[in-house]
């Protein structure tokens, strides 16, 4: 028997069937099944919903799109257990698995062998460290796509001192600046014009967000380069984690960035196709 965790959009009305069909074959295969009670609730099978954490899965299931997968992903906080990304919505860069093939692949993953029938895809993530200057302590997350601090007030631009190991590279005026993984250069870092990674490599991504300066350039650090961001003036500061707003920062404010000691793990029925997703999205060959 395995034990199977599920996460599930709230709205999409494709879950419901995916869900029912999942129960019938965990039945039928003694597997078992649970998911956190908003979702259960959420989907009228109160039955199912647990207060049991994700770390106790064999596998964790994904109904929605690449931010039902962000929310398993920060579930999971670094627990080797792998996500199978289902795709229900648009298309996605984490969720690529067609529902027409999510019962046949629940069998495939159930019945077959690790790199033979199925592969487990590991992603880099993010370690992010706020010291806060009044000397309060330290506060840290991990992150799959980005940490952003960005600007709380409308009109008004932020200062941000960049440090690139211990030594000072440039203070930024601009909306916000984005520290991204390589999977997280197709999120909020190519909106902002960021370069696209394959999620393969191991780098650190800054981006700015509309900066009112002459350098507006993207920077693709090694991992091993540290990095520090000091927010620097008066006016008020957000950090927000794949896409989450969690703290507020002040004058003197420093987050450090570096990779995570954990990583992402992704079940694959075959090798990702980072490269075709890219081309989908963006309509490239369509004459």
Known sequence: ?????????????????????????????????????????????????????????????????????????????????????????????????????????????????????????????????????????????????????????????????LVINNQDFARYSADGLIVSTPTGSTAYSMSARGPVMSPRHRALVITPVSPHMLFDRALVLDPQESVHIKVVGTRPVDMAIDGR?????????VVVYAPDTCSAHFLRFSPPKFHQIVRAKFGLGDD
């Not at 929605?64 to 996500?83: E, K, N, Q, S, Y």
């Not at 707003?245 to 404010?253: E, F, I, M, N, Y």
């Open 1 to 161: 028997m395995s034990n199977i965790f599920v996460i599930a959009h709230h709205t999409r009305p494709e879950v419901p069937e995916l869900l029912g069909a999942l129960q019938r074959w965990a039945k039928t295969s003694n597997h078992m099944v649970w998911m956190p009670h908003s979702d259960a609730q959420a989907h009228g099978i109160r039955d199912v919903g647990s207060d049991r954490h994700a770390m106790d899965a064999d596998l964790v299931v994904s109904l929605g799109g690449d931010g039902t997968v962000l929310r398993a992903v920060h579930l999971l906080d670094g627990a080797p257990v792998p996500i199978l990304g289902v795709n229900v919505g648009t298309l996605g860069y984490l969720t690529e698995l067609d529902p027409t093939d999510f019962i046949r692949s629940m069998q495939i993953w159930s019945d077959g062998v690790m790199g033979t029938d199925f592969i487990i895809d590991q992603r880099m993530m993010l370690h992010v460290t706020l010291h806060r200057a009044d000397g309060s302590g330290s506060i840290a997350w991990r992150a799959l796509n980005e940490a952003v601090l960005e600007k709380q007030q409308s009109g008004h631009t932020i200062w941000l001192d």
């Open 245 to 253: 707003r969690v703290t507020s920062l002040s004058a003197d404010d």
